[in-house]
């Protein structure tokens, strides 16, 4: 990565309402083609300010995965463009949005995505080792990080010598290990029962306040997307709603009435 991809010119990306951290403009994702074309993402509008914890709801099929993966740098977008950090992350090659990923991104799973011969602490450590560190530090790191997420003692276990509860424990461990800008989560309690889904979320409430880590996070569940303080809603690849803290955020476009009726018409019509 250049100079100015590791040093994002954050300067430039400031404005009155903070720190934009991340700002998409007419993202759109077609997948396939001819009849087969799928239309995942149809404009995607959206800034996110360093620090804040994103909720974001939707429908199965809305592009919220998809559009979480553009932001993670796992995809890129078929139009639009991608600023991180005031980076444009579409000029960057493959091998820079790696290292993009590495340095400012931490992922949780809804299936954990663990090693399984692999115990919780090489688990925790395995981000550390593609950065380059030491043995010893990268050691003393993972301990810490179990330490943090309550899995002090369980540093041998592997995953199938734990709950669900602690396996996303050790996820977030891993994703938070490397101190990461963003936390990006898809859907990260979606297989945990109630009790172990609320530990989870006050763990990542935690990391926002605490650490000012920027977390997006997908979920179905209402009372789990209260934990956050903004809830965008999508709607058939586009932005249906966005509120902050109970307050109709008007940063981003908003999709009417009028656009929603002729992207159903499209839809209909791309379907039949
Ligand atoms: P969500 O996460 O909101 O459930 P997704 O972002 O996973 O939705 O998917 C949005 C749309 O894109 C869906 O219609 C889905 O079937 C389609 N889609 C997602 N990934 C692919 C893919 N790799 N190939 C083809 N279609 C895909
Ligand atoms: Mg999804």
Do not use: W
């Not at 100015?4 to 954050?10: E, K, N, R």
């Not at 030491?134 to 790191?141: D, F, G, N, T, V």
């Amino acid at each position: 990565m250049n100079k100015s991809a590791q040093q994002p010119d954050t300067e430039q990306a400031d404005t009155e309402q903070g720190n934009s951290l991340i700002e998409l403009s007419g993202i759109t994702r077609v997948y396939g083609k001819g009849d087969a074309t799928v239309y995942a993402l149809r404009g995607i509008d959206l800034r996110i300010n360093d620090g804040e914890f994103v909720a974001v709801m939707g429908a199965s099929g809305s592009g919220k995965s998809t559009c979480m993966n553009i932001m993670g740098c796992l995809d890129t977008s078929s139009s639009g463009s991608y600023f991180f950090k005031g980076v444009d992350v579409g000029k960057l090659s493959r091998n820079q949005r790696a290292l993009l990923r590495r340095n400012y991104l931490g992922f949780v799973f809804q299936g954990y995505n663990l090693l399984h011969r692999t115990s919780a602490l090489e688990n925790v450590e395995l981000p550390l080792m593609y950065r380059g560190i030491s043995p010893a530090k990268r050691r003393l790191q993972a301990m810490q990080a179990l330490e943090i997420v309550g899995l002090k003692g369980r540093e041998s276990h592997s995953p199938g010598e734990l709950s669900g509860g602690q396996q996303q424990r050790v996820a977030i461990a891993r994703a938070i290990v490397s101190e990461p800008a963003v936390l990006l989560a898809d859907e990260p309690t979606g297989n945990l029962d109630s009790e172990y889904s609320h530990e989870i979320m006050q763990l990542l409430t935690r990391f926002n306040r605490e650490q000012k880590i920027t977390i997006i996070m997908i979920t179905h569940e209402q009372d789990m997307a209260e934990y956050a303080d903004r809830i965008i809603k999508f709607a058939d690849g586009a932005v249906e709603s966005d509120i902050k803290n109970g307050v109709l955020n008007n940063t981003n476009n908003q999709i009417t009435d009028i656009e929603r009726e002729d992207i159903n018409s499209k839809q209909q019509r791309s379907i039949s």
